[in-house]
């Protein structure tokens, strides 16, 4: 569904009545900045209930809550150990921009 609108996963979501959910999710390239230089990311903007449908959780701190938008970050795990060199302060950081999970899967970091 590479061209379906918001509204319609929506829709889908709320009428769905077969599957055990349905998701969202677009690619996106993100500017990261705050380091020596700013740097283009490959990324995904995703449903509140991307994680939940596929059945993952996090190594590290938390993923979507529930008519969250816009304010949580779910890293890799090599992407956090080589951008943010491990920090784990990025993970309880209180500013709503700067939440933050780590993401590892069957013991090998993916990128998501």
Do not use: C
């Not at 059945?55 to 951008?83: I, K, M, T």
């Not at 784990?88 to 899967?105: C, Y």
């Amino acid at each position: 569904m590479d061209s379906e609108s918001w509204p319609d996963y929506l829709y889908y979501r709320d009428q769905n009545h077969v599957f055990s959910g349905v998701l969202a999710y677009t690619r996106l390239t993100f500017l990261v900045s705050g380091g020596d230089l700013p740097e283009n990311v490959s990324g995904e903007l995703a449903s509140d209930n991307y994680f939940g449908v596929l059945g993952a959780a996090p190594q590290l701190g938390r993923v979507f809550v529930a008519g969250e938008r816009g304010d949580v970050v779910v890293l890799s795990d090599r992407y956090w150990r080589e951008r943010f060199h491990a920090d784990s302060r990025l993970i309880t950081m209180h500013h709503p921009s700067s939440r933050a999970s780590i993401w590892r899967v069957r013991g090998k970091s993916e990128s998501l």
